[in-house]
């Protein structure tokens, strides 16, 4: 069975850092590209970030690049999105997501808050 | 970066209607990139239609995607309760960002 487990959300006030770790299991991760997606309370879902199967590609929205770091390390089937500099607008839920879309974790939340 | 816009809104429906939903890009997207997803309140977004018109595994035959280039469109032929939840499209084509449309919301009437 896929699965896919966030980790890492929590509450951080602005100009903090988190790191976001998702543990894959069920499939050959190696063989995989990743994503990020985020979805703010009560809004729509957000592309965040896309690594490749290897992790040669990296690719951000706007909003985020310069802030956050998308990596995997294949060997620990894990995924990761180092998040510095937050911002009040980061807040939402962070899912991990396989490839094409074809599975999700149940997310974490990550609450940016003065 | 393409835009994705979905429409209706809102759509408010009963059990048994076919429901037809909308995505519209802001320009071409290969239809092998362009994906549905059903969302339940509380729950991870789930993968319907994948490549325009092709069902994801363990989606019922009522749900079927069509379209290509800048218009795609998801069918729900005969509404069943458990439908009634918000549908995203997303294109995850050729250049990020693999935006997402904005959501259709589909009550129960």
């Known amino acids: 069975e896929v699965r896919l487990v966030e980790s890492g959300g929590g509450l951080v006030k602005p100009g903090g850092s988190l790191r976001l770790s998702c543990a894959a299991s069920?499939?050959?991760?190696?063989?995989?590209?990743m994503n990020w997606v985020r979805q703010a309370p009560g809004k729509g879902l957000e592309w965040v970030s896309f690594?490749?199967?290897?992790?040669?590609?990296?690719y951000y929205v706007d909003s985020v690049k310069g802030r956050f770091t998308i990596s995997r390390d294949n060997a620990k089937n894990s995924l990761y999105l180092q998040m510095n500099s937050l911002k009040v607008e980061d807040t939402g839920v962070y899912y991990c997501v396989m490839g094409g879309g074809s599975r999700w974790g149940q997310g974490t939340l990550v609450s940016v808050s003065s | 970066e393409i835009v994705l816009t979905q429409s209706p809104g809102t759509l408010s429906l009963s059990p048994g209607e076919r429901a037809t939903l909308s995505c519209r890009a802001s320009q071409d997207i290969s239809s092998d990139y362009l994906a549905w997803y059903q969302q339940k309140p509380g729950q991870a977004p789930r993968l319907l239609i994948y490549g325009a018109s092709n069902r994801a595994p363990g989606i019922p035959d009522r749900f079927s995607g069509s379209g290509s280039e800048t218009d795609f469109t998801l069918i729900i032929s005969k509404l069943e309760p458990e439908d009634f939840a918000v549908y995203y499209c997303?294109?995850?084509?050729?250049?990020?960002?693999?935006?997402f449309g904005q959501g259709t919301k589909l009550d129960i009437k």
């Open positions: 997303q294109q995850y084509g050729s250049s990020p960002p693999y935006s």
């Open positions: 690594i490749s199967s290897n992790g040669n590609y990296k």
């Open positions: 069920g499939f050959t991760f190696s063989t995989y590209a």
